[in-house]
Antibody, heavy 118, light 107 residues
């Protein structure tokens, strides 16, 4: 089973930028759509963005469109999330996830924490 | 946007009892629905996809049913490890959306 390891989280001032990474353990990485899902402190799950296996198609939640960019490097088995113009409300644990059955997410990373605060 | 509404918010159940969780979609999602379990400090785990198909390694006590706008997750006999928060998620249309979660707690 593929394993996912997220990294890149941290403390950033509002208006700042961060890039999250998610490294996959298997070379079949390019076969799967991948998503980022976040969870604000004490709250539920919120889908952020999805990218197709070949990277040609991307989808975003309205709350992040125009500020966040999802990408992948299949030669490195790695998924990215570039986050710009961060807001306090972007504070959350960010999970990367592999789509196993269409939009159902079968494998999840351990999460990386992003805190946007002054 | 398809809004997913779960009920109840909290379900108090004794070990060994049956738990029934509901999820309603604001418009039809066919059977493009998944259920996840999340324990404190852990990432979510996929339980059910296609509304009723158990994911690999999920015990048979978990079952899903429904189509269209009404869905149910049933845990036939609650074990200690099943006390957690459960989320439904539709993948019929963009944006992907989750319900707000149902917490299953020990009675």
């Amino acid at each position: 089973e593929m394993q996912l390891v997220g990294s890149g989280g941290g403390l950033v001032q509002p208006g700042g930028s961060l890039r999250l990474s998610c490294a996959a353990s298997r070379s079949t990485f390019s076969s799967y759509d991948m998503s980022w899902v976040r969870q604000a402190p004490g709250k539920g799950l919120e889908w952020v963005s999805t990218i197709s296996g070949d990277g040609d198609s991307t989808y975003y939640a309205d709350s992040v469109r125009g500020r966040f960019t999802i990408s992948r490097d299949n030669s490195k088995n790695t998924l990215y999330l570039q986050m710009n113009s961060l807001r306090v409300e972007d504070t959350a644990i960010y999970y990367c996830a592999k789509h196993a059955y269409r939009g159902a997410m079968g494998v999840w990373g351990q999460g990386t924490t992003v805190t946007a605060s002054s | 946007e398809i809004v997913m509404t779960q009920s109840p918010a909290t379900l108090s159940v004794s070990p060994g009892e049956r738990a029934t969780l509901s999820c309603r979609a604001s418009q039809s999602v066919s059977t493009n629905l998944a259920w996840y379990q999340q324990k404190p400090g852990q990432a979510p785990r996929l339980l059910i996809y296609g509304a009723s198909t158990r994911a690999t390694g999920i015990p048979a006590r978990f079952s899903g049913s429904g189509s269209g706008t009404e869905f149910t997750l049933t845990i036939s006999s609650l074990q200690s490890e099943d006390f957690a928060v459960y989320y439904c998620q539709q993948y019929n249309d963009w944006p992907l959306t989750f319900g707000q979660g149902t917490k299953v707690e020990i009675k």
